[in-house]
């Protein structure tokens, strides 16, 4: 039952529904302690029902919501290491988190987002849009190359739970007509800073995240290609030049093999291309 359905008065539900609410949302626990029948008022309860609703509250239910909010933010952590290694070294970590997790309380669906990715996007358009103040520029790059790893990573985990496996790559002659798209397992990207070094540096010091010289890092273009390979636990990533990026992020399906290979050179990478299984040649549309 989402909220601001309404239970109906008698329902065996309505108490529950909005004790679940109050269990997530901070803000309403606090509207609640205030005007107990303003916020049950959604979930159609008996005057009745809203003091059982009350007396529901106490020093055990706040620990409970608490133990709510820390595995959520638990989960975040696990979702961007990288990312909260250098968040926490400027005391910014678990104030960001906790803030998202109270944001979007009201909406949080766990039966609609399974293993968490729809959550990691949210989580990362809300770091976005607070604009991380004293946070390094760098942080929204890692973030966004950290969520990009773990969408592969899902996607995998999902592909194995269905029985399907990312085909082994093949030899294969390139077709003039075919429009080339990336394979299901590859992802393309490019970021402001090297991303790559700085991941590796943080994971090699998780506790001295060394947060003055992300401050400083310069700026320096990086184009990766990120690839999971049937049975890995974990996305590779390769640095690419720019005309092998320029080329993998045209191959969307709605260009033919000869219009991508008219650059000189440009057949031959797309050739490459092919035979690691970075990119499928999908049928040319019917004339």
Request: a positive charge.
């Amino acid at each position: 039952m989402s909220a601001g359905t309404r239970a109906g008065p008698g329902h065996p539900l309505g108490v529950q529904a909005l004790l679940a609410m109050l269990l997530v949302d901070e803000r309403a626990r606090r509207r609640f302690a205030i005007d107990p029948a303003a916020v049950a008022a959604p979930f159609g309860l008996s005057a009745q029902e809203v003091d059982q609703a009350v007396g529901a509250i106490g020093q055990g239910f706040e620990l409970a919501a608490r133990g709510v909010t820390g595995k959520r933010v638990r989960r975040l952590r696990t979702f961007f290491p990288c990312s909260f290694a250098l968040l926490d070294g400027l005391g910014l970590g678990s104030g960001l988190a906790r803030a998202f997790c109270q944001e979007i309380a009201p909406t949080w669906r766990a039966e609609r987002d399974e293993d968490g990715l729809a959550t990691a996007h949210r989580f990362v358009a809300f770091a976005v849009a607070t604009g991380l103040p004293g946070a390094p520029a760098c942080t929204v790059d890692l973030l966004r190359y950290e969520l990009l790893r773990l969408e592969l990573t899902l996607a995998a985990a999902r592909l194995a739970r269905t029985g399907r496996a990312t085909p082994p790559p093949g030899p294969a002659g390139l077709d003039p007509a075919a429009r080339p798209v990336l394979a299901v397992h590859v992802r393309v990207a490019a970021y402001r800073y090297d991303v790559l070094d700085l991941a590796g540096w943080l994971r090699r010091r998780p506790r001295r995240p060394g947060s003055a010289a992300a401050r400083t890092l310069p700026a320096e273009p990086t184009r990766v290609v990120v690839v999971q390979a049937p049975g890995s636990r974990a996305p590779a990533v390769y640095r690419i030049p720019l005309r092998l990026h320029e080329l993998l992020t045209r191959c969307d399906g709605t260009s033919t093999v000869a219009e991508l290979t008219e650059p000189d050179g440009a057949a031959g990478l797309l050739q490459l291309a092919v035979d690691r299984g970075l990119v499928e040649q999908a049928p040319g549309l019917p004339d």
